[in-house]
């Protein structure tokens, strides 16, 4: 057609547009965007990562095509190029190592990223090897710590004296006179100052009095013994309950966002900015004590939010209920223009 350009044949009726408009993708039913409670929020946190962030049971992760994850280039060439899922690819047969026949099915950026990772795949598991001698020492050592109740500073002492000895050993000798000292007193080897006034004045013998002193210091270190293991049995029950508590207020947080996501079609919306307050709630406040704790909060932030919203959301327009009957029949058409005004004005329209 004289006169005319591409883009116009492209706006004609009946052709094809160069690029078709893209789709949104339709949620769940509803219109509910989110769908499930780990959706929603850019940043890919829900409210139960928030609350484990806080009690100390967070595990971070990246999520699926976040900050650092690099797009697939030319994905519709490489699925026509790439081989078909097999039957058999998740029965848990070795497979071995990658094949040249098996690249060669990819695209070109895909066989070198391919490749890149079976080299980092290679080189973690050399340094894994070379690793796992000092680790399994490192395992060692701590499970013979938490056995015996040691801590870092008995290590140190003790290493420490093992290296004077075997480089040093009249630096080893200093070290080891004053705890062998201290060993002799708290043991009742060397009689206290109390018990040798008794022996001075003739109320105990020598023997009757080292007897009594080694007899104090059994029953002191008897004494102590019991401490620790008391102790280290209320640590380990606090932990266990601790434990416990975690589960019962990430789970009772998971089930009230579940309920809330099925229950609130505006969940998407308002799911985002509940995780920002709950967070500053959390900071401000602490962790929860309990799992009704826990709802109880969740729950007063939620309301905060939607308070916010109604704030920001259109006035209702009133709607005009017309009392009297019906006409059946159209109005009369206006004969002249006072009568389409009074018509208009009869209406109720302004």
Known sequence: MPGSSPEDFDRMPGSSPAEEPATAPVSGEGGNDAGSPTAAAEDGKSLLDVLEGVLGTGKSSTPEGGEGSEPEAEPAAEAKEGAQPSDDEDDGAD???????ELAKYHSKTRRRIRGLVQNVEALGQEVETLKPHAEI???????????????????????????????????????????????????????????????QGLLTEEHAAELARTR????????????????????????????????ITGAAKAWEANWSKTDPDYGLKQGRVRELIELDLYRNGPPGSPQDAVSRLERVKKQVEEELKRFAPPRREIKHVTGQASSGAAPKPKSFEEAVDLVLGQGIG
């Open 217 to 248: 210091a059994r029953e002191r270190i008897a004494t102590e013994r019991a401490a620790r293991s008391t102790e280290a049995v209320v640590r380990q029950n606090q932990a266990h309950q601790t434990e416990r508590l975690t589960e019962a």
């Open 138 to 200: 490192g395992q060692k050592l701590s499970a013979y710590m938490e056995t015996t109740g040691l801590d870092q500073n008995d290590v140190n002492l003790a290493m420490g004296i093992a290296n004077l000895i075997r480089n040093d050993p009249e630096k080893a000798l200093g070290a080891l006179v004053p705890i062998v000292q201290h060993l002799q007193q708290n043991l009742g080897f060397v009689i206290p100052q109390d018990l040798q006034q008794q022996v001075q």
């Open 95 to 101: 497979l071995g190592p990658v094949t040249e026949e």
